[in-house]
């Protein structure tokens, strides 16, 4: 568990910004990825719960935004159908139901786990990352907008920003196509595709980068060097990731 020096608990976003600038703090979510490092220096904890970031509204006719400390217990939930199916289904496969009622959206994308599937759902969902820090007005950061969730998961957050939300496309048809050692163990490939409302398809997959990535849905396994280990070599991870990348394109198609 990670070794809390000080705790602080802002009671609004300008003021968790400003505690996040010093150096050696940590912003604080639901807990679950600080508490999963086994051995962590001591850390200075900014506490988000109190600056109103839970929120879960339509942000135009084909959108959804997701207050970053919404917990996956909630999107998994479907959020009285703002939600669609197939996104809640991953949020409920992302973690057992002790940590969903805990971990949150922002912590997620905040983590940017390679084998998280709810991630590559992210993607799918042509998410886009809502990002605060000093130099960015915090009425400005309410106001929407918000960088491509590939462009964060591929370069990062920079020190002392604040994830706020996170805006999806619900109006597509999604389908998602896994395999893992067991139902419920973390798939060792993912597969999610998702039909617009355009007609256009995005399909982005998990377990063959160090993070999700967007493939092209016309030759998914292009320039894929997937990483090999005790679940699966890089030659079967490319494999799955053709296999499971036809049948999602084929049920989200229909």
Avoid: C, K
């Avoid at 109103?52 to 479907?78: C, F, K, S």
């Avoid at 992210?122 to 950061?141: G, M, N």
């Avoid at 997959?205 to 998914?220: K, M």
Wanted: no cysteine.
């Amino acid at each position: 568990m990670a070794q809390v020096a000080a705790y602080h608990r802002p009671q609004d976003l300008d003021g968790a910004i400003e505690l996040l600038a010093r150096p050696g703090r940590t912003a604080l979510a639901g807990g679950t990825v600080l508490n999963a490092d086994r051995e962590p220096p001591a850390i200075e904890v900014v506490d988000l719960q109190a600056i109103g970031l839970d929120g879960i509204e339509p942000a135009g006719p084909d959108r959804v935004r997701l207050g970053a400390m919404v917990t996956l217990d909630r999107v998994a939930g479907g959020a009285d159908g703002l939600i669609p199916g197939w996104l809640a289904d991953l949020a409920r496969a992302e973690l057992p139901s002790t940590l969903r009622t805990l971990a949150t959206v922002g912590g997620t994308v905040a983590a940017g786990g390679g084998e998280s599937a709810l991630l590559v759902g992210l993607l799918a969902a042509d998410a886009a990352v809502e990002v605060a820090d000093r130099s960015t007005a915090a009425a400005a950061a309410a106001a929407g907008g918000g960088r491509p969730l590939a462009d964060v998961l591929a370069s990062g957050l920079a020190p002392g920003s604040i994830v706020t939300a996170v805006t999806v496309d619900v109006a597509g048809t999604g389908a998602v196509a896994t395999t893992g050692r067991t139902p419920a163990d973390v798939p060792i490939v993912a597969a999610v595709a998702v039909v617009s409302a355009d007609a256009s398809t995005r399909l982005a997959l998990g377990g063959v980068a160090s993070q999700p990535v967007l493939a092209d849905p016309a030759d998914p396994t292009a320039r894929l060097d997937p990483p090999g280990d005790f679940r699966g070599s890089a030659d079967y991870r490319r494999h799955l990731a053709e296999v499971l990348s036809a049948r999602a394109l084929e049920a989200a198609h229909g």
